[in-house]
């Protein structure tokens, strides 16, 4: 390619790319370019970076502490009083 040439577009799927990866190191080529451009896709960076677990922001209530029966209606009524059973 002649300089200020652009690269022409080329699409593979990922499959296709790891392939090449595969038969360029077979071959004894090096292909560290395509490897840390394979690194860099979206999916790779998911799984190399797994989003944090979510943690409760409340801690779970006992039994005895949860809210049941004529109360728990009490309070449904207040807090929403245009709904009406």
């Not at 949860?66 to 209606?73: A, H, I, N």
């Amino acid at each position: 390619m002649k300089e200020g040439e652009k690269m022409p577009t080329i699409h593979m799927s990922k499959k296709e790319l790891i392939d090449l990866i595969d038969a360029g190191d077979k071959a004894g080529n090096d292909t560290s370019q395509l490897k840390s451009f394979l690194a860099e896709l979206p999916s790779e960076k998911a799984r190399a970076n797994p989003p944090p677990a979510v943690r409760r922001v409340e801690p779970e209530r006992a039994p005895d502490e949860l809210v049941t029966g004529p109360e728990l209606e009490r309070l449904r009524l207040l807090a929403c009083p245009h709904i009406r059973s």
